[in-house]
């Protein structure tokens, strides 16, 4: 689960009659060592890897929390954590973190030690909390029970021979089952060795179906690449490929979506909402909508989604982007719209997630688990479903017409083999790297659907090398961030040869004129024409301006890698994030 979190970790066990907790700050490697030397006996426990909301990434504030009755994990927030604690303070109960989390444990902790069932001390306890939760809780006293709740985060049971087993995901449990119930929201649960019990926020016994989730614990090894991250950029021409099979019917050169229960035809608005990588994909997605199928288009960040009140006309689609699907704001933002009598679309890599469960049309990447927190593979299949759904979209409202659809449908099968010509040129990238990593400021410029990937290039950089770095639209560079070039600051051009090509050479040009270094990424023909000069170039494939933005990730992609690599920082988990963000 170090993929949730990894600023601290921890366990809890019963045993003897007796709570038995390890806990360590920073990666799970530490827990591990601490475990080595202070081992935790026991058939039942409860575990955690943290991403800190409230509270430093300490020990302390390590998960589980624990009172001398009640052992807790949480992800989320509980968001009234400040009046619940002057309450457990004023009753004369010792808390001993920073964390939100550690009040549930005490609230049901008190319940206990009041002479209530672990099951009544649940059911007084959730009530009483506001905000998001996955919670599972141990008690001293009950060795053959845990109790899990969810609202708002995700919870899943696994079903194993004699074994139980509650997890944030069905990915997590892969290598011990593949026997798999959602819970929904508002669900409470109580597992043992022998099954599990649910009930809904009524706190009515329920049935939720048991699946199989088709999640491979051996698609998450690394193989022989150095990080997950350059395993993950190099796996993009076959899930791009495996992507595009399931959208695309080759015998008859047309788009193949999935089976929609609603008339696409009718769809008068797209609102896309989506959060950082996602949100980028979402950006190239309007220009491919506005011009292929002529529907206008909104884009909002999703944690801004829902607080400005947007106007949501009749007949809209409102389409969601995430790689994991449970991403907190996009969930909330997707309920408030469903609420609203939008039509839900969700592209999603995790079609058994709650946005996927909760959409009207689903369309699912096959990027395949992604464990390198910053996304990759997951950016260029989500692109190429949305340049899928607008193409349909456009045959549907008549704006594009069977030549046209086979010309769309010829170029983006073209994708695969361009990718793959991409990544040719990463020895290329290797070599340049040293140029950029000393840079305290990047700059990233592109136009047209090659601005979102600067956006893209910037956020990777920043992600993975904690290098400044800025995307803007080429043309808006000499409104005011022109200023900010001298020849200490690398700006990297994206320019692939085409109608917006000449435009973007000239902004270039401005910058050159100022002193910048500039770092040209295009194909042939734009570095014979506007390469000369340049601190370092780039070199592309020709390809349709359509399939650009899948194949200009690529470079963009390579370049925060090998900087990362050479500022020896950790590619994989970098500092202060973590892969699924399911809080607001």
Request: proline fraction near 5%; charge should be negative; glycine fraction near 8%.
């Amino acid at each position: 689960m170090e993929y949730r979190g990894y600023d601290s970790a921890g366990l809890c066990t019963v045993d003897g009659g007796q709570l038995v907790r390890r806990r360590a700050q920073g990666k799970l490697a530490n827990l591990v060592s601490e475990l080595a030397a202070h081992p935790a006996a026991g058939t039942i426990g409860i575990a955690h890897t943290r991403w800190a909301t409230h509270g430093a990434p300490t020990a302390n504030n390590a998960h589980p929390h624990a009172t001398a009755q009640v052992a807790l994990v949480h992800n989320g927030i509980i968001e009234n954590f400040r009046p619940l604690r002057d309450e457990l303070i004023a009753d004369g109960r010792v808390l001993e973190s920073e964390t939100d989390s550690e009040v549930v444990a005490h609230l049901v902790s008190r319940e206990v030690e009041n002479g209530a069932s672990p099951e009544d001390a649940v059911k007084a306890v959730l009530p009483r909390l506001r905000g998001a939760f996955a919670l599972a809780i141990a008690f001293r006293d009950r060795p053959d029970m845990l109790i899990g709740a969810r609202l708002g985060s995700p919870l899943v049971i696994g079903f194993g021979e004699g074994e139980t087993y509650f997890g944030s995901d069905a990915l997590a449990l892969a290598p011990l089952t593949q026997r798999i119930a959602y819970l929904d929201e508002g669900d409470w649960a109580v597992i043992t060795r022998e099954g599990a019990q649910v009930y809904d926020a009524a706190n009515s016994p329920v049935v939720r179906e048991i699946t199989t989730s088709g999640a491979s614990a051996a698609a998450v090894e690394k193989g022989n690449y150095r990080h997950y991250m350059l395993k993950e950029i190099y796996e993009q021409p076959t899930v791009v490929a495996q992507t595009l099979q399931s959208y695309i019917h080759q015998a008859e050169n047309r788009m193949a979506l999935p089976q929609i229960d609603f008339d696409l035809s009718a769809i008068r608005r797209v609102t896309i909402v989506a959060c950082g990588t996602s949100y980028y994909a979402g950006m190239v997605a309007k220009y491919w909508f506005e011009a292929f199928a002529r529907v206008p288009v909104d884009i909002d960040f999703a944690s801004e989604f829902r607080y400005r009140d947007p106007v949501l006309e009749e007949g809209g689609l409102a389409l969601f982007i995430s790689q994991s699907g449970e991403t907190a704001d996009t969930l909330a933002a997707l309920r408030y719209c469903k609420a609203a009598g939008q039509t839900v679309a969700v592209v999603v890599n995790v079609p058994t997630s709650s946005m996927a469960r909760e959409a009207d049309l689903l369309l699912p990447t096959h990027a395949g688990p992604e464990i390198g927190v910053a996304s990759t593979k997951a950016f260029t299949c989500q692109l190429a479903v949305l340049a899928a759904l607008a193409a349909h979209l456009a045959v549907k409202k008549g704006r594009m017409d069977r030549n046209e659809e086979h010309e769309v449908v010829r170029h983006l099968l073209e994708a695969p083999a361009a990718l793959n010509a991409a990544l040719d040129h990463d020895d290329d990238i290797a070599a340049m790297a040293h140029l950029v990593a000393p840079a305290r400021d990047v700059l990233y410029l592109g136009r047209g659907p090659d601005f979102p990937l600067a956006l893209e290039g910037a956020l990777k950089l920043k992600e993975i090398s904690y290098i400044h770095a800025e995307g803007y639209a080429s043309g808006e560079m000499k409104h005011g961030p022109i200023a900010l070039i001298d020849e200490a600051v690398p700006v990297i051009v994206l320019a692939p040869s085409g109608p917006l090509f000449e435009k973007t050479v000239s902004n270039m040009q401005e910058v050159r004129a100022r002193g910048g270094k500039i770092v040209l990424i295009s194909d042939e023909e734009g570095l014979a024409e506007a390469g000369e000069g340049c601190l370092a170039t780039i070199a592309m494939p020709r390809v349709h301006p359509l399939i650009a933005p899948l194949v200009y990730a690529v470079p963009v992609q390579l370049l925060a890698y090998h900087v990362a690599c050479v500022k020896g920082t950790d590619v994989d988990q970098p500092r202060n994030l973590a892969k699924s963000v399911t809080v607001e």
